[in-house]
Nanobody, 117 residues
Framework: VQLQAFGGGLVQAGGSLRLSCAVS????????MGWYRQAPGKQRELVAG???????NYADSVKGRFTISRDGAKNTVDLQMKSLKPEDTAVYFC????????????WGQGTEVTVSS
């Protein structure tokens, strides 16, 4: 399984960016796809996840601003980010969690998002 992330970049506060992640390999009904981020000096945190059936969940800090979606045919997961804030600045990683009892996590290479004030 390989994950490749696209998007990211520099944007002013209040702006928008879209991240996309392409996943190679088969996706099963128990798999969950998502986006995490890691700001300098901080731990990696979940931003948003989405189940095989399309049910999303979001960190409180991004609810109402970010939207996660997946395309089952293309094996992609996107993160649309709006109303970006400087505190959203981080390296964003796409994630695929496989399994239902024992989990295995696969990570993309990370893409940097910088929001200027």
């Amino acid at each position: 399984v390989q994950l490749q992330a696209f998007g990211g970049g520099l944007v002013q506060a209040g702006g928008s960016l879209r991240l996309s992640c392409a996943v190679s390999g088969q996706i099963f009904s128990t798999d969950v796809m998502g986006w995490y981020r890691q700001a300098p000096g901080k731990q990696r945190e979940l931003v948003a996840g989405i189940t095989f059936g399309g049910i999303p969940n979001y960190a409180d800090s991004v609810k109402g601003r970010f939207t996660i979606s997946r395309d089952g045919a293309k094996n992609t997961v996107d993160l649309q980010m709006k109303s970006l804030k400087p505190e959203d600045t981080a390296v964003y990683f796409c994630n695929l969690r496989k399994g239902s009892v024992v989990y295995i996590n696969y990570w993309g290479q990370g893409t940097e998002v910088t929001v200027s004030s």
